[in-house]
Antibody
Framework: QVTLKESGPALVKPTQTLTLTCTFS??????????VSWIRQPPGKALEWLAR???????FYSTSLKTRLTISKDTSKNQVVLTMTNMDPVDTATYYC?????????????WGQGALVTVSS | SNELTQPPSVSVSPGQTARITCSGD??????AYWYQQKSGQAPVVVIY???KRPSGIPERFSGSSSGTMATLTISGTQVEDEADYYC????????????FGGGTKLTVL
């Protein structure tokens, strides 16, 4: 059974760095074809793809946010970490992590429940 | 890049056919994926690679793509299909950077 769960601070101040952790089970990110992405959704707004890390440690970032994002993985802990620097109130959103298994193409087949992060002083 | 444009809202009566479109310049070369998101829940894929339906998704959901437009069709729409629908695809330069459309609110009334 595949599960993912996001964790991190619910509230961050402007200019701070956000660190979110996606802890997953039911698959290994060292297995060929496995990928984990971060996706966010501001309240009442659309989904936005942020970053992805692959089984071979390849990393990809949103063009518009790449200077602020870092994605990494700890295979032994079954975790993927996303850091976002210089947080701003517009970054207030629910942050999701989601799995892709390349045997199913680029589908996000499993999602976490999401973690709401509010940016406010 | 690959921007995807969706209508903000679509309304249908129960039993009718709903069509939600997604336009993007890279869609002739890239697959479209469709996600359904109900209030307070994480998205769920209903169509992948333009027209494939995952197991467990009702047959009334179908997808197609032609030129720069992908379409999600819900035949015999049911009240429980009321949700936000997002198309998704990848950057025109590679298959690595993702992009979502702005979402379409489907109202069934």
């Amino acid at each position: 059974q595949v599960t993912l769960k996001e964790s991190g601070p619910a509230l961050v101040k402007p200019t701070q760095t956000l660190t979110l952790t996606c802890t997953f089970s039911g698959f290994s990110l060292s297995t060929y074809g496995m990928r984990v992405s971060w996706i966010r959704q501001p309240p009442g707004k659309a989904l936005e793809w942020l970053a992805r890390i692959d089984w071979d440690d390849d990393k990809f970032y949103s063009t518009s946010l790449k200077t602020r994002l870092t994605i990494s993985k700890d295979t032994s802990k079954n975790q993927v970490v996303l850091t976002m620097t210089n947080m701003d109130p517009v970054d207030t959103a629910t942050y999701y992590c989601a799995r892709t298994n390349s045997s199913s193409g680029l589908v996000f087949d499993y999602w976490g429940q999401g973690a709401l992060v509010t940016v406010s002083s | 890049s690959n921007e995807l444009t969706q209508p903000p809202s679509v309304s249908v009566s129960p039993g009718q056919t709903a069509r939600i479109t997604c336009s993007g310049d890279a869609l002739p070369k890239k697959y479209a994926y469709w996600y359904q998101q109900k209030s307070g829940q994480a998205p769920v894929v209903v169509i992948y690679e333009d027209s494939k339906r995952p197991s467990g998704i009702p047959e009334r959901f179908s997808g197609s793509s032609s030129g720069t437009m992908a379409t999600l069709t819900i035949s015999g729409t049911q009240v429980e299909d009321e949700a936000d629908y997002y198309c998704y695809s990848t950057d025109s330069s590679d298959n690595h950077r993702g992009v979502f459309g702005g979402g379409t609110k489907l109202t069934v009334l």
